[in-house]
DNA sequence: ACAAAAGTGTTTGGAGTACACCCATGA
DNA sequence: TCATGGGTGTACTCCAAACACTTTTGT
């Protein structure tokens, strides 16, 4: 096989890609397709892989992102990395992974990175025929994924929930740029896993000086209008 | 150069190991003495090491530090990976590392692990001959470290700092068994670098249900002695 | 008119903060 | 007896939490 000058195929990356459509957390997942003994087998993996020899963790990991979505500019942090001996011990993942990259793979360690996104991001195919789409987290447990992306999305998602807590203000790269207090209401107890009241979240989100009130109404609701707001700085 | 089989020369695991003196923050380091063109060069390294091939991150962990300082049984919880090109680009790093290890040696993406220790813990060696001892954090500035880890050390300080905030009960991991409510502030106090008031933080920790004051006080103190209390459960 | 969600104040308890003096002990 | 840190209480402020009704709008 080729690409060993190029490639280290000891290390990857694999991106956790948080969206919200308005009620529930989504995730950021690739459709794997695969035909093992004339059988189609399809799963779902997490955008990654393997690193360049000679790019760092986190380019490498904006850049892998960028060739699977066509995402660009996205605030990527790393929170964690698994490397365990078994993580790449499925054979269809083996063989999956050999003919993807056309080297010779052996144990990898990945080092993995979270995202916050806005759902209506244009999301697109660049290199290879994959398609990337958002899944439901509730839905992960009926869900074929590759390796251990099970398990490397639930650290994701811890991760964020604590830091979330810490940087609240990082939730707003969820929201759309115009958003109605209910929207950020409902996301924030979902991250929270709380249900709070209706007026006391009014009345926190009153003392934040970086929300701002528009002159503005969602409409195409069958019910009276919300205000709009947008987060400034 | 033989090895191959046995070690990962790829991926590396470093352990920061931070404990507590009753007056500062101390990490564990490994002092290195190199000789190179007949000249002495001393610096000082993280305890760390290349990865088996068969071992996951944690393990790996674990037994490097075991074989560097003799520690057994230490929480050690991974925070984050350093894998730039350009960190094991120091050719005194790149002699040691090969000479150390018996094998060639390139890209090395290191996984980074904390724990907080008890400083009065006996520190042995175990192979090599290396020597391990604590260090002021302080003067960090003015010391020779190996490869990155300076860099590494300041992001597990800040790592131990938040994990801190969310699980204030690990600062007990620091103290001994028995220990006095000014050590309690004191160490609280340099690990949030605040200066708190002595008879708010009495109120603070009287209702904290896992500390239980004890029938005995301290000893060997010019002044009155004070009353200790250990952590419970 | 009715269904559906928007929007709006007050009260209460608990937690954090500021602040100063006497006590116990060893030297 | 003196130096050194140990140990203690009160008042104020601020924030979080509980809690129910009226308004707006589309159908």
């Not at 011990?89 to 083996?94: L, Q």
Request: glycine residues 4%; aromatic residues 8%.
């Amino acid at each position: 096989m080729s690409n060993e000058n190029i490639y280290n195929p000891h290390v990857s990356v694999d991106c956790v890609v948080f969206g919200f459509d308005g009620e529930r957390l989504k995730v950021l997942l690739i459709e794997r397709n695969i035909t093992e003994q004339n059988e189609l087998y399809n799963d779902k993996k997490l955008p990654g892989s393997i690193i360049l020899q000679d790019e760092n963790l986190d380019e490498a990991a904006s850049r892998v992102l960028n060739e699977l979505t066509g995402l660009k500019n996205i605030y990527l942090s790393q929170f964690r990395s698994f490397g365990g001996p078994d993580r790449t011990k499925n054979p269809r993942d083996i063989l999956w992974l050999e003919n993807t990259m056309q080297l010779k793979i052996g144990r990898i360690v990945t080092v993995a990175y979270v995202a916050l996104i806005k759902i209506d991001r244009k999301i697109q195919v660049k290199y290879e025929n994959t398609q990337a789409n958002w899944y439901d987290l509730n839905e992960m447990a009926s869900m074929n994924l590759a390796f251990d992306h099970a398990e490397i999305i639930k650290k994701g998602l811890d991760h964020i929930r604590h830091q979330l807590d810490v940087e609240p203000h990082l939730l707003f790269e969820l929201l759309p740029k115009k958003f109605t207090i209910s929207q950020l209401r409902i996301l924030n107890d979902v991250v929270h896993q709380t249900r709070s009241d209706v007026r006391n979240f009014q009345k926190k989100v009153a003392q934040m000086s970086y929300l701002v009130m528009l002159d503005e109404v969602e409409d195409g609701v069958p019910h009276r209008a919300a205000r709009l707001y947008k987060y400034k700085k």
